[in-house]
């Protein structure tokens, strides 16, 4: 199966981030704590070409923090870049680190012109948020649905410098499979674009076999439900997801299933880890 959702506005922002790079001295490039490889776009490597970039791995409150250091060390692995956790919870310590890191970073750029820095990701991973850390207030709007941002949007920060934000970017087709549940999964390609129970039985299978003592422990069960069915069944019948004569609603239960694992509630869980080097 593959997956098609690219609206309308991205063709522009894809454009408008061609257009506007060769002006900017570092990209700050965000991607998602818990899929750190599914949700790097491609593109944005491509349109930074040998320019430095910083790897802000948004919502890291939301991940396995183990899993999460590893993926910085990978990421810092790769030549010329420099990565960094970050979270919403921890506000001042963001926005101190990439203050720093885009400063350092920027050091060769001609001193009398300010350090120009690009923010670019696919939806929802959290780039306008970074830009209200940054700025310490509300500039920029967020959303907890993909595509809130649709044009870019530039901000002068306190320490002088200038900071783009711009509008999420998907690839026109998402082929590989995985890759694309686990974006949906994470909110990063709208509802509307896949079914729940898709998602939902995607998600089941995940936690099933990678994280069975946070499920146990936070749908209450008895034991290991044998399969992604039974576990949508157990979430049916406690969350009340039922149709009419009490059999489960497995469409509703995928979606309950869905926003508590958005939302953090199952625990925090990283859906990849990065390659054993
Ligand atoms: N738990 C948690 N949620 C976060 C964090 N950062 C951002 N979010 C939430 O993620 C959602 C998306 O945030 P945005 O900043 O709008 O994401 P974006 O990348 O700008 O999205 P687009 O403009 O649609 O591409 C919002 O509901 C934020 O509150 C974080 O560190 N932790
Ligand atoms: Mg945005």
């Not at 593109?43 to 040998?50: C, D, I, Q």
């Not at 506000?91 to 920027?106: D, F, G, K, N, Y």
Request: glycine residues 8%; charged residues 25%.
């Amino acid at each position: 199966m593959s997956l098609q959702w690219y609206p309308g506005h991205m063709t522009k922002a894809r454009r408008d981030l061609l257009a506007l790079m060769p002006s900017q001295d570092v990209m700050i490039e965000v991607i998602d704590s818990r899929l750190p490889e599914a949700s790097s776009n491609p593109l944005v490597a491509e349109v930074r070409g040998a320019k430095p970039v910083i790897k802000v791995l948004t919502k890291s409150d939301l991940a396995d923090p183990a899993v999460t250091r590893a993926w910085v060390a990978f990421c810092e692995g790769e030549p010329g870049v420099k990565a960094f956790a970050a979270t919403t919870k921890r506000p001042q310590v963001t926005r101190q680190r990439i203050t720093e890191l885009c400063q350092h970073l920027a050091q060769h750029r001609r001193p009398d012109r300010p350090v120009r820095a690009l923010i670019a990701g696919v939806p929802n991973v959290g780039k306008s948020t970074l830009v209200n850390i940054l700025m310490n207030r509300v500039v920029a709007k967020v959303g907890d649905k993909p595509a809130v941002t649709k044009e870019q949007q530039a901000v002068h920060l306190p320490s002088g410098i200038v900071l783009t934000d711009s509008p999420g970017l998907m690839w026109p087709k998402i082929e590989h499979e995985p890759r694309a549940f686990r974006l949906a999964l994470a909110g990063s390609i709208p509802d509307t674009a896949i079914d729940y129970l898709t998602i939902g039985m995607f998600g089941a299978e995940f936690l099933l076999e990678r994280y069975p003592d946070l499920v146990i422990a936070h749908y209450k069960l008895g034991a290991i439900p044998s399969n992604a069915e039974a576990l949508l069944g157990e979430i049916g019948r406690r969350r009340g997801a039922l149709r009419k004569g009490g059999t489960v609603d497995l469409h509703k239960a995928a979606e309950v299933l869905v926003h508590e694992f958005r939302a953090g509630a199952i625990g925090q869980i990283s859906l990849e880890a990065p390659p054993i080097s």
